[in-house]
DNA sequence: CTGAAAGCGCTAACAG
DNA sequence: CTGTTAGCGCTTTCAG
């Protein structure tokens, strides 16, 4: 199928100009006559005229569009953050881009690869679970690539980030926990040099050091697919419920890991608080429907969008070289429902 | 900032060839020779070339990309519809973008235009409840831009539709109902003109003509933002639940509907389903974590992105115009748990 | 105030 | 087998 769209070409003829009188008459130049721009003004609305995004990023070597890159839209926190950034990104004039890896490097490249190259002017990424290496993001970076991290942060790229407070995040849900009455607390993780799991793991840590707990190493798991699978999570599980000393509480620090939690004990009919108390990182709007209802942190996601757009675009139309970095640290929010009541 | 990428130009000068020679080498054209051909070809590599979109945009009057315009990815329809979109369109080696409408028809518009200036060759849809003047998709549509429908289907247009059997899910879901021996089922609709209103409503009375239950209009309510607003929700069932004879049960026909019908009950304390039982369309994945564990009607949203994805670029890619249209149309699931358990 | 022409990166006749 | 050239739609000198 064919779609012949209005061009400037179109009008100038049928007005009798020249294209670039037109040009010049659409970006209200000031060179042109009040009468012929008007004259042109009103056909181009008239035919609904939209320039051409091809020829206009050629032309301007910029595309006016960002793209994301994070592991899955359905995951609500990225779906929140997107709309973040849309509401800004929209705001200035720019269209959107979303990429998917699905926690998979090969994908997060390919990702970065294509848009990089041209397709958009900047990028916002949240990098997979898989990834360790930083390479390909560096790399492109250096070149001149605008490149933004957000929540799962990348700590050898020198750009601006925006994160949430993990440590304090994961810190107060733990201290949360003890001030419950547990004490014996797993903590149930993504994959372990993510950047936002070693920060979620210190609060932990530092949350029971605080209130004189000892750390108990079989009380830690890790998912290398940051819970995207069940099957990896009800391992996980298995194995702390086959400890000698169970733990009694556990922190479950990534919003999959949560969810994924959450089926398992309703698959193998777990009770909670009873058997197992939780709070965990989710950004759901329906934790508090859940049985029993879900104690969280939840993570500003729309603001982190709209802040970490902002940072990009700035980087995108800023005149020279960027060399002074923001790192912006948001708080996270805690919610205390039923699942980690105080224990009896 | 700027971000210079490798163009064709660089190569050729690298090389000292032409860029015709260079272009179709890259292309494998036949009347390059095998030698030439690998030069370029590892210089290509190396330097990490790709094409500039935007050229080729230019140059084929065709970008490769499509559009999705939705209400909002943070729906989890269409956030796995999507998934399914972006798998095919990925496979075809086209790229994907996403514009949200979140229910306003002006949005909707808006982002129609923007998609059809050329930025996408075309475009999937799924209206905004909002939407009842359909000009601004069969005006672009006729002047030759494929648009093809999923979920909520516009009647007069005249392309390709992907949708669930929606008389069917609502027929089962309310058939359900009443063997769990139910009888006063009232729904929740979303606005009246969706086609997709329409269909469920009618599945739902022809359930209870079909086991000789009369319609109830008091037992209908709409919600013009299709549950979106959590107000509108409650509104409708403060009214339901005012009526003398208080429906027993409600079937929500759709997913937000659904979603903030539970939270209206949690937060009003009321039992489900010993004071009212309920069955909804959604496609949540943790349905069944919820307190009760909710009975719905489930779409196959993945297969729904995937199948009007082949179709949209099939008609793309069409040489002549398509005039033979799919209506495809896929049957929904029932998933029975405990919200609508048989009434004691 | 307006027009002609060049060029962004790429492809495809058309020439050699 | 390879190079030259024109043109996609647009902006922007440079000339009038």
């Known amino acids: 199928m064919k779609f012949e769209a209005v061009t400037i070409k179109d009008i100038a003829k049928a007005l009798a100009l020249s294209t670039s009188t037109v040009s010049r008459a659409l970006r209200d130049s000031y060179e042109i006559s009040e009468e012929t721009k008007q004259l042109v003004l009103k056909y181009a609305k008239e035919l609904n005229y939209r320039p051409n995004p091809s020829a206009l990023g ?19 926190f990225f779906s929140q953050a997107i709309n973040g950034i849309e509401s800004v990104a929209h705001n200035r004039g720019y269209n959107v881009i979303i990429a998917q890896t699905l926690e998979n490097y090969e994908r997060e490249v390919a ?15 949240s990098v997979s679970t898989e990834t360790n290496d930083f390479f390909h993001i560096n790399d492109l970076y250096r070149k001149g690539f605008p490149v933004v991290c957000f929540d799962r942060v990348v700590d050898s790229l020198e750009t601006h980030k925006v994160s949430i407070d993990n440590f304090l995040g994961a810190y107060d849900a733990t201290t949360h926990l003890i001030k419950s009455g547990y004490k014996k607390i797993a903590i149930l993780s993504s994959i372990e040099y993510l950047s936002i799991t070693k920060e979620r793991l210190n609060g932990f840590k530092k949350a029971l050091a605080d209130h004189n707990i000892s750390f108990n190493e079989d009380y830690l798991k890790y998912c290398a697919h940051g819970g995207l699978v069940y099957e990896e999570v009800e391992k996980a599980i298995d194995e702390l419920l086959k400890l000698k000393v169970k733990p009694d509480a556990i922190f479950t620090s990534g919003d999959k890991l949560t969810t994924n939690f959450m089926r398992y004990c309703k698959t193998k009919k777990i009770a909670i608080p009873d058997k197992i108390a939780v709070i965990g990182f989710s950004n759901l709007d329906i934790t508090e429907l859940l049985s029993p209802s879900l104690s969280v942190v939840r993570q500003p996601a729309y603001e982190m969008g709209k802040i970490a757009t902002e940072l990009l675009l700035n980087m995108i139309e800023s005149k020279r070289p960027v060399t002074d970095f923001d790192h912006i640290v948001l708080p996270p929010e805690i919610i205390v429902r039923d699942s980690s009541l105080r224990k009896k």
């Open 58 to 76: 050629l032309k301007e070597k910029r595309t006016r569009s960002i793209g994301i890159v994070v592991s899955e839209i359905a995951n609500s």
């Open 111 to 125: 990702n970065m690869q294509f848009l990089s190259s041209r397709s958009v002017d900047g990028c916002l990424i």
